[in-house]
C-alpha cells in the first residue's frame, strides 16, 4: 500500500461543559509511516491524550469529535460505525496506558485478560491461545510465564503490569500502537527497561507507534520524528535530532532548555518557562504561546500563525521562529 | 480460614446470646400471657395456678435460665395456643416462607440486574430515566398498600389470580411446596412480587449507581481499547466490578425479606412462618415469638457469612485473614 500509514488532517476534538467549549484538540494534521516512530510531547492538558483517544474514536461525551479526518489506511476512521471500530480496535491500532495500576481489570487473571484480546481478534483454537498467551509474556520479560497465568494484576508490581499492558497491545500485532505516558507512573529505573522494551518490540512486529509523552528525554531515545502540542495546536514537528539540535518554536526551546542536565556547565538556576498554561476556556487572541513568550511582538498577540513548512520535514506554527533563519542559512552555505 | 470460621461462630454465639437477652427483657413487658390463655370464667385460682403451671410466677432472671437451659437441649419452649413445640410450629412454616423469599429474590434480580447495568451504562436515556422513576415508586410505595392494589385488580377486577392461601402444593424431598403446581404458582406470584418490590427497586438504584462508578475506571476504557463489545463490556468487565458493595446490602436484604414477609403473608393470608408470627403476638404466645426471633436471628448471621464468602469468589483481593 502506497501512502502514509496514518494520517490526521484538521483534527477538532471538543468538549462541550457547562462553562463553556474546550477545544481540547483544535485542527491539529500529521502523518505517520509503517514503522515509524512518532513522539507528542507537550505540557499536561495540552491535548496529547486526547489526540490518541480521538485517533480510535474513544471520546465520550461531553467530548465530540467537531471535524476533521483520520485517515489510517487511506479510510476515514471518524466515519467508521462504533461495530467497525471495535474490529479496528486491539486488532489494527492498539493502546497502551499511562497507569498501569488501573488500565488491567482487578478481577479477570492476566491470562484471562490476554486471551481475550486473542479471542476477539485471531482465529487461534484454545491450545493456540495458550501458547500465544505465554509467548507474549515471555516477550515482554515476565519470568516464568506459565505461573502468573493464573495471577491477578495485584500480585504484580507497577512496572510488571505495564509489560503485561505491552503484551496485550502487541497480542494482535496491530499496525499502529499509541502509547499515552507509558512510563510516566513508573520508577525511574523501570522506566528505562519499558521503554526498551517497547522500541524492541515495535521494531520487532514492524509496527508504526505513537509516543505520547512530556518527557522530552525519552522522545529524544527512542523517536524518529517529534510534533510538539500546545494548547491543542501543533506548534512544531521535525525529525528528533534536528528538533533537539535546533528548536524553531520558542516553546520548543524553552522545554528542550528545562531539561536539567549533568554534563556541562553547571547553571545558577535552571531555566523554565515563564507563567502558566492559558485556561483552555479562555484562550489569548493571538498565538496561545504569545503571552509567556519571550520573542513575541504585536502581531503575535492578534493573529493565530498557520503551520507551515521551513525546510524539508520541518513545520513550525510562529510568526518569529528561533533559529529558523540562521539555520536556513548554514544549510545554504 | 479455620481461624475465620471459628472466629464467625464465637461472633453468631454472642450474637445470638445478645438478642435472646433483649427479646426476653422486651418480651416480659407486653401483657400478660396468662390473661389469653385461660377461658374468660376464670377463677383468680384458676389464673394463679395457669401462671405456676408456665413458671410465669418466677422472677425474670430465673425465666432466663429455664430458657436458656432448654436451648441447650435443642428446645425452643412449647406454644401456649397449640399445645406443641414452638421450634416445630416454625419449622414447619418455614418453607412457605422461604420459597416465597426465594421466589421474590429471583423476580427482583431478574430485573434488577439488566435494569441497574443497561440505566448506569446509559444514564441519559429516556428508558433508563424511566426505569429509574420507576425504581423511585417501587421505593416509595408501602409494601402493604401495593399487595391490596395488586389484589383489588388481579384478584377482585380481573378475577385470574387467587387472593389469598397457598393453593395446592407439591412435594420436594418431603417438603411441601406450592410452586411445584400450577395452582400453587399462581398463589405464590403476587406476594412475592409484592415482597420482591422494595428489594427491586434499591438493587436496581444501587447497580446503577456502581455501574457509573465503575464505567469511569481506566480499565473500561482499556478494554474498550481492546475491541471488547459493549455486552461483554458491561457484563464480563463491569458488572462483576460493581458487585461488591451490591451483594452486601443484597446480603441484608434476604435477611430483611425473611423477617419482613410478615407484612406480605398477612395481606395474602400466606401461611409462613410471618403470619405464624403475627398470630403470636396477638395471642401473646411468648414461646413462639421469642423461638422466631432468635431462629430469624440466626438466619441473619448465617446469612451475612455468606455474604463474606462470596466476597472472596468476586474479589481475589478479599482476604478472609
Known amino acids: ?333 | 480460614m479455620l481461624t475465620y470460621l471459628l472466629k464467625r461462630v464465637f461472633q453468631m454465639f454472642v450474637v445470638l446470646f445478645m438478642v435472646s437477652v433483649i427479646v426476653f427483657c422486651v418480651m416480659s413487658f407486653t401483657g400478660d400471657p396468662v390473661l389469653m390463655i385461660v377461658p374468660p370464667t376464670a377463677t383468680d385460682a384458676q389464673i394463679a395456678e395457669a401462671r405456676v403451671a408456665l413458671g410465669l410466677d418466677r422472677p425474670l432472671w430465673d425465666q432466663y435460665a429455664v430458657f436458656l437451659r432448654n436451648l441447650l437441649h435443642g428446645n425452643l419452649g412449647v406454644s401456649y395456643m397449640f399445645k406443641r413445640p414452638a421450634l416445630t410450629l416454625i419449622v414447619e412454616r418455614m418453607p412457605a416462607t422461604l420459597e416465597l423469599v426465594f421466589l421474590s429474590i429471583v423476580i427482583s434480580l431478574a430485573i434488577a440486574l439488566p435494569c441497574g447495568v443497561f440505566a448506569g451504562a446509559r444514564p441519559n436515556n429516556a428508558l433508563s430515566r424511566a426505569i429509574m422513576g420507576g425504581s423511585l415508586l417501587g421505593i416509595s410505595l408501602p409494601s402493604f398498600w401495593v399487595g391490596i392494589l395488586l389484589i383489588f385488580y388481579f384478584a377482585v377486577e380481573k378475577g385470574f389470580l387467587p387472593s389469598s392461601g397457598r393453593g395446592t402444593t407439591g412435594t420436594l424431598f418431603g417438603i411441601p411446596f406450592a410452586f411445584l403446581t400450577w395452582d400453587g404458582f399462581k398463589h405464590i406470584i403476587l406476594p412475592a412480587f409484592t415482597l420482591a418490590l422494595g428489594t427491586l427497586a434499591m438493587l436496581i438504584r444501587l447497580i446503577r449507581a456502581q455501574i457509573m462508578e465503575v464505567m469511569r475506571q481506566d480499565f473500561i476504557r482499556f478494554a474498550r481499547a481492546k475491541g471488547v463489545t459493549w455486552r461483554s463490556l458491561l457484563f464480563s468487565h463491569a458488572l462483576k466490578n460493581a458487585l461488591v458493595p451490591v451483594v452486601t446490602v443484597f446480603g441484608l436484604q434476604v435477611g430483611s425479606l425473611i423477617a419482613f414477609a410478615t407484612v406480605t403473608e398477612t395481606i395474602f393470608a400466606w401461611p409462613g412462618m410471618g403470619k405464624l408470627l403475627v398470630d403470636s403476638i396477638n395471642t401473646s404466645d411468648r414461646p413462639v415469638i421469642v423461638a422466631y426471633l432468635m431462629i430469624v436471628a440466626a438466619m441473619f448471621v448465617a446469612i451475612n457469612f455468606i455474604v463474606d464468602i462470596v466476597y472472596t469468589m468476586i474479589d481475589p483481593r478479599v482476604d478472609l485473614r
Open chain 1, 1 to 333: 500500500m502506497s501512502g502514509p500509514l496514518l494520517e490526521v488532517r484538521n483534527l477538532r476534538t471538543w468538549f462541550e461543559l457547562f462553562r463553556g467549549t474546550v477545544k481540547a484538540v483544535d485542527g491539529i494534521d500529521f502523518t505517520l509511516d509503517t514503522g515509524e516512530i512518532l513522539g507528542i510531547v507537550g505540557e499536561s492538558g495540552g491535548g496529547k491524550s486526547v489526540t490518541g483517544f480521538s485517533i480510535l474514536g474513544l471520546i465520550d461525551p461531553p467530548g465530540r469529535i467537531a471535524g476533521g479526518e483520520v485517515l489510517f489506511r487511506g479510510e476515514d476512521l471518524l466515519k467508521k460505525s462504533e461495530d467497525e471500530m471495535r474490529r479496528i480496535r486491539g486488532r489494527e491500532i492498539s493502546m497502551v496506558f499511562q497507569d498501569p495500576m488501573t488500565s488491567l481489570n482487578p478481577l479477570q487473571t492476566i491470562g484471562r485478560q490476554i486471551d481475550e484480546m486473542l479471542v476477539l481478534h485471531t482465529p487461534l483454537s484454545p491450545a493456540g491461545r495458550r501458547a500465544r498467551t505465554l509467548e507474549l509474556l515471555d516477550d515482554v520479560g515476565i519470568p516464568t510465564p506459565e505461573d502468573r497465568l493464573d495471577c491477578y494484576p495485584h500480585q504484580f508490581s507497577g512496572g510488571m503490569r505495564q509489560r503485561v499492558v505491552i503484551a496485550i497491545a502487541l497480542a494482535a500485532t496491530p499496525r499502529l500502537i499509541i502509547a499515552d505516558e507509558p512510563t510516566t507512573a513508573l520508577d525511574v529505573t523501570v522506566q528505562a527497561q519499558i521503554l526498551a522494551l517497547m522500541e524492541r518490540l515495535v521494531k520487532r512486529s514492524g509496527s508504526a507507534l505513537i509516543l505520547i509523552t512530556h518527557d522530552l528525554a525519552v522522545v529524544s531515545e527512542m523517536t524518529h520524528r517529534v510534533a510538539v502540542m500546545y494548547c491543542g495546536k501543533m506548534v512544531e514537528e521535525a525529525p528528533t535530532r534536528e528538533l533537539i539540535a535546533r528548536p524553531h518554536h520558542p516553546y520548543t526551546k524553552g522545554l528542550l532548555g528545562s531539561i536539567p542536565r549533568m554534563a556541562g556547565p553547571r547553571v545558577r538556576r535552571l531555566p523554565q518557562i515563564s507563567g502558566m498554561v492559558p485556561s483552555l476556556f479562555d484562550l489569548p487572541k493571538g498565538c496561545s504561546f504569545a503571552p509567556r513568550c519571550s520573542f513575541a511582538a504585536g502581531r503575535c498577540f492578534e493573529e493565530i500563525p498557520e503551520m507551515r513548512v521551513v525546510a524539508p520535514g520541518r513545520k513550525v506554527a510562529c510568526h518569529s521562529p528561533v533559529g529558523a533563519e540562521e539555520g536556513e542559512t548554514k544549510r545554504a552555505r
